[in-house]
């Protein structure tokens, strides 16, 4: 029986019913009383001397309030890099200033270099055209291996040159590593790209600033997963605001993947001329703007090689990858090659000896950081599609070859530095091949051919680990900042819940699955619990949402916070009842003493905590309020094994998905609802970038994806429905719910599925193809069965 | 967007006054000169819309059994209402999007002449005749290249008469992201011959592909295609297909809509 | 400035307007109906969906000028005026089609415009019918089958939650 409230229901969204009837409240629905406009004039070249930014004409243009340039940055911080990655000879990577505007050079197509604010957003766009610049235009660096070369253009004048760091892991073991590929039976070698993405959430980005002159407090609107993070590098790093003046809001926020974690220059920009000029300003990115000036993601070139011995157990694991940071470091940026990266090279299999080597590389692209997945997709990509190409070698079945090398026994410690806590990938699989009928393939396959149609079955498992992160082992390996979550659960006088959460959704459904939890520790409806967050005035400082991290971080924090307030309201009761403290049970919202007929609600007891007439004042404070702080001791690791049916077009290249399934471990779950929905959202994203989504760049650096009509997003024909399993459910050890993260599984455990497909359907013809890079457009596959 | 006025005339007659205003633009469905004033890449000082002028809408059939479209008429209107033409009925209904079909006209998309748009298609291959408030055009001379028409200033768009072939499809293979035609190959076979125009393929915009229609006019079969094709030089070549590849998929197009049209 | 009027959602509204104000400027900025969203500048994303005469219409490429006399709604006409749900919108929450909510009303806009013309149609013509409709959370999967279940078609063999 399916329940109908607490963990494990598929509870309807709340939110729903303020989104489907045009009541969401998102950044760019405020406005302020006065508010100004700004709009950024971009740099059009992907590199060059700024020798001189004329803004005289754009100042006397109507309307116009002030034109802003990069030297009025030039004394303030520049946007902060969170993670110090040292290299594989003990070095710090090269870190470059991030200038909230250009100065001196631009660095890539969209690099802003001026800012105009006026009374409308079409004043300050016909005032930007009015800004005379002379830049001298200097040679694009694109290419990562040209970027390295030497004598090539330096993106940064200042750094020795384009490398940001070479990142080798583990260091120790490459001798052993390289030893055991002189010993292997076979050695399968793969080199692949791992294509650059554009995380399009639908809600472009948006910030309005606001500065009180009166009290002299600042607030910042803006469409972030994590205030707290933008309030404290934009107030400590950049604008030397301090934090308790400053307050930064993230109301609902439509969609984030990862590009609305990084602290951007547009924010810092509104709250600074909020102040400069007395008046809100307002920015809303337009589309086209978004393109360039929003994080991109992924963007690996890889070489990866993969042994085994005679027996057909992976021995060892090397890779080289080049991984683009772009023109700037970006939040995160250095850590999604390495540490989100490197770290799940083992993947579900029990290779013994890995070596990951890194090199990250500056060009004059935008800068690059995490999106859904973020380096967790790169690293499963190159080993699912490795051990395809060397079942094929080796003439074994590709999913008996990754059964026999899957890790049996948990926990276990990877070589690349992980513990898995628990998993059974052999039960994921045994899900799979039944929900994807992969025994009826065979036969799905003659019908295509009767079509004229090539049919491909691409299998793959993934592991993860999100549920990020451990403050004191990600402080190890260079992270700035803690990864812990807050809540403050606030019980009212008359039983109502509110809890502050430092965790954020933009879609995750947290006002929902939240209150499950709480209703199910306390036993009261769910409608009594309100969760509130996207608000530092009102939230403890808390981390935010990424990483698969808000219900196993951030939920159980709640959970700490709540049991708190379980063992104060116990105390309570007892006094109430003039019993032991021992002897109170709750149970549906009641109180009672074990073994009698004594028993007091919910409500009494929170009346009592504030009207504390009959209250023990001598033991216990009044009110019944508490937070926590959770820090985790691992990260959790979902697992679980994709399959996906294709059919190609063999005259057009053309690839459809005929049927894709996912069987996913994702512990114990709270709203299945809702997971599955996460679920699907990641396919669709993965499908993306395995079919239709590539972020390009001509060799002059100019963005030849610069909008829509270039950039293919995946639509509604572009997918069939998705067959989804969560049954498979091995609880996390380590946090109070069981839960491991389920946002990113879906887009980090899909593109090898689709690729192996599409690979397998081509030499279900004949064709000798071993690999297509992503994304596999009609064009690319039909080029390449020209061969 | 740079500032404009709009006008919004009900009769033809005022919308061709409207027009002769200094730097006057008409506008149709405006679902591609609204995408590119955002852009700022057009700056009229005027905007004629002409979706108030009811005479240059609707669908009719002429003494002749021409199939009349007005200028003014939506994609949406032209699907559901040009029953006697199934191919060009099936080709409206199948650009763009729903909301897209709400809006944008035949008249608004031949005279933009998009390289990748359909209906330049359906025209060059139908051999349809171009009406404007000047004057009569056939198709053979109204398209000059991409983005450029034999339209001159002020001259609007009223009718589109299609002679109804004995058999007739259109088949397009969309660009992923755009969903425009990467190539779209419109056949259309009358009793004196067949018509093949290609779009979405040539740097010159809307072409007939004349090998095409010399041997389908002897048979019209796929079959009769074979050892046919087109080079991929003055193809357009993009991130999205190479010119060999449009070219290729030029013949495999004509080949499917050889078939379809039976 | 030229001043336009029309029909939104039932009641009358007019506003001073320039020539290039769009419908969907019109919609959020003069009259405050922000429930209609802009997510792209190239016509393509379909999260300013709105009726125009019972016609679906993307509010970012129609300029408010030429809504003279039209008759508007938007997604905040949708539900009764006592809160209660349009069966499109009880659908699209009963099967959890929505995440971040920003696609939303564009999404309920177009399977609306879909029902009145096909009360009946298939998965196919649903996928089909969204082209215009970007959702970068859901994958369609819950969307396609909460407007299938919205026609009142038995969605219950479609896999699962």
């Known amino acids: 029986m399916p329940k109908d409230g607490g963990i494990g229901a598929s509870t309807k969204r709340r939110e729903d019913v303020r989104f489907l009837t045009g009541n969401g409240h998102y950044t760019d629905d405020i406005n302020l009383r006065g508010q100004a406009y700004v709009h950024f004039l971009r740099s059009d070249v992907a590199h060059g001397r700024l020798n001189k930014v004329d803004t005289s004409a754009a100042e006397a243009m109507p309307g116009v309030l002030r034109v802003f340039t990069g030297a009025d940055f030039a004394e303030i911080g520049g946007l902060p890099c969170g993670w110090l990655v040292t290299d594989r000879f003990g070095q710090p990577m090269q870190e470059p200033k991030h200038p909230v505007l250009a100065h001196g050079k631009v660095r890539h197509v969209g690099d802003p270099i001026a800012a105009i604010v006026a009374e409308t957003r079409e004043q300050a766009r016909d005032a930007a055209e009015a800004i005379v610049l002379d830049i001298e235009e200097l040679p694009a660096v694109v290419d990562m291996k040209a970027a390295l070369a030497e004598g090539a253009t330096k993106v940064h004048d200042d750094l020795t040159s384009n490398l940001c760091y070479d990142w080798g892991f583990v260091e120790e073991n490459k001798g052993a590593v390289d030893e055991a590929f002189q010993k292997a039976a076979h050695v399968t070698t793969l080199e692949l790209v791992n294509n650059r993405l554009i995380a399009n959430p639908m809600e472009p980005r948006v910030a309005v600033g606001d500065y009180n002159r009166s009290t002299g407090d600042h607030t910042l609107y803006t469409t972030s997963q994590n205030p707290h993070v933008i309030r404290l590098l934009m107030g400590a790093f950049v604008l030397g605001i301090p934090e308790h003046k400053l307050r930064v809001v993230a109301p609902d926020v439509g969609g984030g993947f990862g590009s609305k974690i990084y602290h951007y220059a547009e924010e810092a920009f509104c709250t600074f001329a909020a102040k400069a000029l007395n008046r809100p300003v307002k920015w809303t990115s337009s589309r086209s703007e978004a393109f360039m000036s929003d994080a991109h993601g992924r963007d690996h070139v890889t070489k990866i090689e993969l042994a085994l011995d005679a027996e057909n157990n992976f021995t060892a694991i090397r890779t080289e990858t080049h991984a683009n940071m772009g023109a700037y470091l970006s939040t995160f940026a250095p850590s999604i090659p390495t540490w989100l990266h490197g770290t799940l090279m083992a993947g579900n299999y029990k290779t013994p000896l890995i070596y990951v080597n890194v090199k990250a590389v500056f060009t004059n692209t935008v800068p690059v950081d995490a999106y859904r997945g973020a380096g967790r997709p790169e690293a499963t990509f190159q080993i699912e599609r490795v051990i395809d190409k060397a079942a094929r070698e080796l003439g074994v079945d590709p999913i008996a070859l990754r059964r026999q090398n899957f890790i049996t026994e948990f926990p276990y410690a990877t070589p690349v530095a992980v513990e898995y806590d628990t998993g059974d990938y052999h039960a994921t699989m045994d899900k799979l091949e039944e929900i994807a009928d992969l025994k009826g393939f065979a036969a799905r396959r003659k019908e295509s051919e009767a079509k004229g149609r090539l049919r491909g079955l691409g299998v793959n498992c993934y592991i993860e680990a999100c549920g990020i992160a451990p403050s004191n082992l990600v402080g190890q390996l260079g992270a700035r900042a803690g990864l812990y979550e807050s809540a403050t659960v606030r019980v009212n006088a008359t039983g109502g819940i509110t809890v502050m959460t430092g965790s954020h959704s933009h879609g995750q459904g947290h006002e929902t699955s939240f209150a499950q939890v709480i209703s199910e520790m306390i036993g009261i409806d769910a409608d009594q619990v309100e969760i509130v967050h996207g608000d530092t005035a009102n939230s403890p400082m808390g981390m935010g949402t990424y990483g698969s991290r808000s219900l196993a971080v951030g939920g159980s924090a709640m959970v700490r916070a709540t049991e708190k307030i379980i063992n104060k309201a116990r105390k309570i009761a007892a006094h109430l009842m003039e019993a032991a403290e021992g002897d109170i049970e709750l149970k549906d919202g009641r109180f009672s003493v074990a073994g009698t007929d004594k028993s007091v609600a919910w409500g009494d007891v929170t009346l009592a905590a504030y009207v504390p007439h009959n209250y023990p004042l001598a033991d216990l404070e009044p009110g019944l309020e508490e937070t926590a702080f959770y820090d985790p001791s691992n990260f959790t690791y979902p697992s679980g094994a994709y399959a996906c049916e294709v059919e190609v077009d063999p005259e057009t290249g053309r690839v459809t998905i005929e049927r894709f399934s996912a069987a996913d471990d994702f512990g114990n779950i709270v709203n299945p609802m809702i997971v599955t929905g996460q679920v699907h959202g990641g396919i669709a994203q993965g499908v993306g970038q395995a079919l239709l989504e590539g972020c390009a760049y001509d060799e002059n650096g100019q963005l030849l994806t610069g909008s829509f009509m270039d950039y293919a997003m995946p639509r509604a024909d572009d997918l069939p429905f998705l067959a989804v399993d969560h049954s498979c459910q091995t609880p996390c050890t380590h946090n109070p719910l069981g839960v491991k993260g389920c946002g990113e599984a879906g887009a980090i455990g899909s593109p090898p599925a689709v690729v192996n497909a599409v690979v397998d359907a081509l030499r279900s013809a004949g064709r000798d193809i071993t690999h297509i890079d992503m994304p596999l457009t009609p064009a690319r596959v039909w080029a390449a069965m020209q061969g | ?262 | 400035m030229p001043e336009v009027s029309m029909t939104v959602n039932g009641k009358p509204a007019k506003g001073q307007i320039e020539g290039r104000t769009l419908l969907v400027d019109f919609l959020r900025d003069t009259l405050g109906l922000t429930g209609t969203h802009v997510g792209c500048d190239t016509s393509q994303c379909g999260a300013c969906v709105v009726h125009v005469d019972g016609r679906a219409v993307k509010a970012c490429t129609m300029f408010a000028a030429e809504a003279e006399g039209a008759e508007i709604r938007t997604i905040e006409g949708m539900a009764e005026p006592d809160g209660t749900l349009h069966p499109i919108q009880a659908a699209f929450r009963e099967h959890h089609g929505l995440q971040c909510g920003f696609c939303t009303p564009g999404m309920v806009m177009s399977a609306a415009a879909l029902l009145a013309e096909n009360p009946t149609p298939t998965e196919a013509e649903v996928r089909d019918y969204l082209e215009g409709n970007i959702c970068r959370c859901t994958g369609y999967h819950n969307i396609v089958k909460a407007i299938l279940a919205a026609s009142g078609q038995d969605v219950s063999r479609i896999a699962a939650e």
């Open chain 2, 1 to 262: 967007m740079y500032a404009f006025e709009i006008d919004r005339p009900n009769t033809l007659a005022d919308a061709v006054k409207a027009l002769g205003a200094e730097e006057a633009q008409a506008l149709g469905g405006g679902q591609t000169l609204i995408p590119a004033l955002k852009q700022r890449l057009a700056s009229p000082a005027r905007l004629v819309a002409l979706s108030g002028v009811a005479e240059i809408k609707g669908i009719c059939t002429g003494d002749d059994g021409a199939l009349c479209i007005g200028g003014g008429t939506t994609h949406a209107d032209v699907a559901a209402g040009a029953g006697a033409y199934p191919a060009l009925a099936a080709l409206a209904a199948n650009i763009g999007d729903p909301a897209v079909r709400n809006r944008g006209t035949i008249g608004g998309s031949l005279a933009n002449n998009d390289p990748s748009a359909c209906y330049p298609a359906a025209v060059l291959g139908s051999g349809a005749t171009v009406v404007t408030t000047n004057r009569q055009i056939a198709a053979d001379d109204f398209f000059e290249g991409m983005f450029t028409t034999t339209l001159e200033d002020g001259e609007i768009i009223t009718e589109v008469r299609f002679p109804v072939p004995e058999a007739a499809s259109y088949q397009k293979f969309e660009q992923p992201a755009s969903r425009f035609a990467l190539v779209g190959v419109f056949v259309a076979r009358f009793a004196d011959g067949v018509r093949v125009a290609v779009t979405g393929a040539s740097e010159e915009g809307v072409f007939r592909w004349s090998e095409a229609e010399a041997a389908l006019s002897k048979d019209f079969a796929p079959a009769a295609l074979e050892g046919l094709s087109l080079s991929g030089d003055g193809m357009i070549s993009d991130l999205h297909g190479s010119g060999d590849y449009r070219a290729h998929l030029v013949a495999v197009m004509t080949r499917r809509a050889v078939a379809a049209a039976g």
